[in-house]
């Protein structure tokens, strides 16, 4: 760009979201500022954008404090936000006033676990004399000696790479550090104590990211990941070896000598673990440091380091298995850590720890679960091993209970674990936290979960057990709570006296149908209503008291609302046209003109289709509208387009349509059996029409063309064959009884929507023929 060509510089600020801060008692508002450099005609010549944010930090914020005057104050002082803002940040304000600080000291271990952090001192580092960073030397000399000797030289050296203050003039000294590493390499076997301490002086150096390439350069990973592995197997020799004295003293027991023998072998194993979970737990933190950095964990997972994890969850010692579920939780973020997690069993080995008494581990061992719960396979495997009634009990602490909720939102994911939650106290629990909520919105979490659970009918039913139907339809109401309402919603779908319930809130849902509500209020009550298909409900009475018809037809226009409401009011349609005189007013109104328009605008959508298509099922019943669709509309032909659509659910919706309007209309019947018998037999027929064979067969039944009697090759107009000709019945499988509506989606017919079956109650039409 020429120096001469840029004459302003033209500066813009966008306001963006405001949120709070996870951390901090702040707002934090985010912004994006753009910068262009115009030319002298006032064009852009160069333009740069930057994404910032501003942190307005409240530290008088108190539970005494007038939310709605610092709310004021906030957007008064802060021009990044908008007035018309203001209830926005004055709900923020709220929700950080109630925020609870966390009461487990599990999630401060657990960022201390990336942070320096020092382990507590182990046996063999006690020493007789005090390290000097002056006598480096004669360290490292003792390091040249006989094992003991070279012990208590490291000892030393660990001594002092304890203290930060040393590690960089014990970095500069490489003959220091090259001896270590020698002897570890050459005589960890020979020593756990001895290895352990030189591990500790490199772990003392992965604790500062900057000298991870110091432990890289002389191998320290690797070689760490070789003794763990090997510990490991000793491990399993040691047990092996115990079995087989134990099982000795069980055959034999008054053998005095095997006992003696036993006992002998189990204290020489304790002294034994000790030392080597020592080892196990300073090498794990060394890798654990290591693996900051993402290219050292992919050589850590290609060394196979979930397996040695994983295996290592059968030990007791809790400090050490802190460590190790911490590790394993940090490498569960990646699809192959995951993948290796599920085929060692690790969600067997982890349920074995909850519940435990240790609350460190108890919190780390939690958010491993909730981790591994995003895989499907593992969830069902949570299910399988018995966590489901372990975490259900842990709703109850305040400690555990948001995590745990997030783990059994995940698992309330898949259907076969939702009906699980029916023989535990779970349900219960939810309902108290939902209605303890006050004035206050319900967590996302709670709600989602209860939004899953009441999608199973045997937990609708615990849900509505006493006033629980009432109690939820009353907070629903007041607040005008969307979510509320999609978990009140889903009770509404299942099939029994479930939907009984509903008939005393008919009134109160239909009222909230009005273009003045919250659309999303709106889509969750038109959806129940929908889904409320009760032989006793009189739909006609209830459109024209709320007087819905207007709100229905103006609400079927295309680009009218967003698709999800549109979408609710074809199935709210396709609901009342049950009924006989709804469907004459729907008829009247003038609906079915306005349900083809949105079938031609919405003719991409499949799910729009097939509720349009359903909503011309329903109406085909009925004489009135049934007249309307054959004769006033193109509604058949279009029918008649669709027979054959990719679409499973659409071909059995007009399939059964167009075999009531054929029953009772013979011209459209003569059209509809045409078609259908020109689309099973389209191959043959093309075959036969097109009578081109190649040069050496010139006829396609052989030579002589008076060999196949032609009138059995096709129907007259009226779908049958001609006098004097037999021919097969290609049609005879697709004359299904009329309202057989068996293979749609649901047991009774009603085809599945997006959001998921809507049974209704069995109506049984009379169609004689």
Not at 237 to 257: F, G, I, R, V
Not at 379 to 408: F, W
Not at 440 to 448: G, H, K, N, P, Q
Not at 543 to 567: M, Q, T
């Amino acid at each position: 760009m020429q120096a001469d060509e840029a004459q302003y510089l033209k500066r813009k600020v966008k306001p963006g979201n405001i949120d709070v801060h996870p951390t901090e008692k702040a707002i934090v508002v985010h912004y994006e500022v753009e910068a262009s450099i115009l030319g002298e005609k006032g064009a852009a010549v160069h333009e740069e954008r930057k994404e910032c944010q501003k942190i307005i930090r409240l530290k008088s914020l108190n539970a005494s404090t007038d939310v709605s005057s610092l709310a004021r104050k906030v957007v008064e002082e802060c021009k990044l936000i908008h007035p018309s803002k203001l209830a926005e940040v004055e709900h923020l304000l709220f929700y950080l006033q109630n925020r609870k600080k966390p009461s487990s000291r599990a999630e401060k271990e657990e960022k201390k676990l990336l942070k320096p952090r020092e382990l507590t001192p182990f046996e063999g580092m006690e020493l007789d004399e005090e390290a000097n960073i002056n006598k480096i030397d004669e360290y490292v000399e003792l390091l040249y000696e006989n094992i003991p000797e070279k012990i208590r030289g490291s000892t030393l050296i660990l001594h002092l790479a304890r203290n930060p203050d040393n590690l960089e003039e014990l970095l500069q000294n490489e003959t220091a550090l090259g001896a270590l590493a020698r002897v570890l390499r050459e005589d960890w076997k020979q020593s756990v104590e001895l290895a352990t301490t030189i591990i500790y002086v490199f772990f003392c150096f992965s604790s500062f990211s900057q000298f991870h390439s110091l432990i890289t350069h002389y191998k320290i990973g690797a070689l760490s990941m070789n003794i763990i592995e090997h510990e490991l197997k000793r491990y399993d020799l040691w047990q092996d070896e115990l079995e087989k004295k134990s099982k000795a003293c069980d055959e034999d027991p008054d053998n005095l000598t095997l006992r003696k023998d036993h006992e002998k072998a189990y204290k020489k194993y304790q002294s034994l673990l000790v030392k080597q979970e020592q080892l196990l737990r300073v090498s794990l933190y060394l890798l654990l440091n290591l693996a900051e950095d993402t290219r050292t964990e992919l050589k850590m997972r290609n060394k196979n380091i979930v397996h040695l994890l994983v295996k290592t969850l059968d030990r007791d010692n809790e400090e050490l298995l802190v460590l190790v579920v911490s590790f394993l939780k940090k490498l569960s973020i990646f699809l192959e850590n995951k993948n290796d997690m599920a085929e060692m069993d690790t969600v067997e080995k982890l349920a074995r720890l909850i519940p435990c008494e240790h609350e460190d581990l108890m919190n780390v061992t939690l958010r491993l679960l909730l981790n591994l719960s995003f895989d499907t396979g593992l969830r069902c495997k949570m299910v399988q091993v018995g966590l489901l009634p372990k975490l259900t009990a842990l709703l109850g602490s305040e400690g555990y209970k948001q995590i745990v909720m997030c783990i059994l939102y995940h698992i309330s994911i898949d259907d076969r674990s939702k009906a699980m939650f029916a023989y535990t106290d779970c349900i219960p629990q939810l309902m108290k936290m939902l209605f303890e909520h006050g004035e206050e919105r319900i967590d996302s979490e709670l709600i989602s979960f209860c939004i899953n659970l009441a999608a199973n009918k045997r937990n609708a039913h615990i849900i509505c057990e006493g006033n629980g139907l009432k109690m939820l339809m009353k907070r629903a109401l007041k607040f005008k709570d969307p979510l509320l309402m999609k978990m009140i919603r889903n009770i509404s779908q299942h099939d029994g006296p479930l939907k009984q319930l509903f008939l005393d809130y008919v009134g109160d849902l239909a009222a909230q149908i009005g273009p003045e509500e919250d659309e999303e209020f709106v889509i969750e009550c038109l959806g129940t209503l929908a889904n409320l298909t009760i032989a006793d409900l009189d739909w006609e009475l209830l459109l024209r008291e709320y007087n819905l018809v207007p709100y229905l037809k103006d609400h079927l226009k295309p680009a009218s609302a967003e698709d999800d409401l549109i979408l609710e009011v074809v199935i709210m349609i396709g609901t009342v046209s049950m009924d006989d005189s709804c469907a004459v007013m729907l008829a009247k109104s003038g609906i079915i003109p306005a349900l083809i328009d949105l079938l031609n605008a919405q003719q991409e959508d499949d799910e729009f289709v097939c509720q349009i298509v359903y909503v011309f099922y329903q109406m085909v019943f009925h004489q009135a509208t049934r007249d309307v669709i054959i004769k006033d509309t193109q509604a058949p032909a279009y029918l008649i387009d669709l027979m054959h659509d990719k679409n499973t659910e659409i071909r059995k919706v007009c399939d059964n349509t167009l075999d009531i309007i054929a029953e009772y209309d013979e011209e459209w019947g003569r059209k509809i059996q045409s078609e259908k018998f020109r689309w099973h037999n389209s191959q043959w027929l093309e075959m036969v029409e097109s009578r081109q064979m190649d040069e050496g067969e010139p006829y396609l039944y052989g030579d002589d063309p008076e060999g196949l009697e032609q009138a059995d090759l096709f129907y007259s107009t009226d779908g049958m064959p001609p006098e004097g000709g037999l021919s097969p019945d290609p049609y005879s499988q697709f004359n299904a009884q009329n309202g057989d509506f068996n293979g749609c989606g649901s047991s009774n017919g009603r085809p599945a929507t997006a959001y998921g079956f809507r049974p209704d109650e069995h109506f049984y039409h009379g169609v004689s023929t």
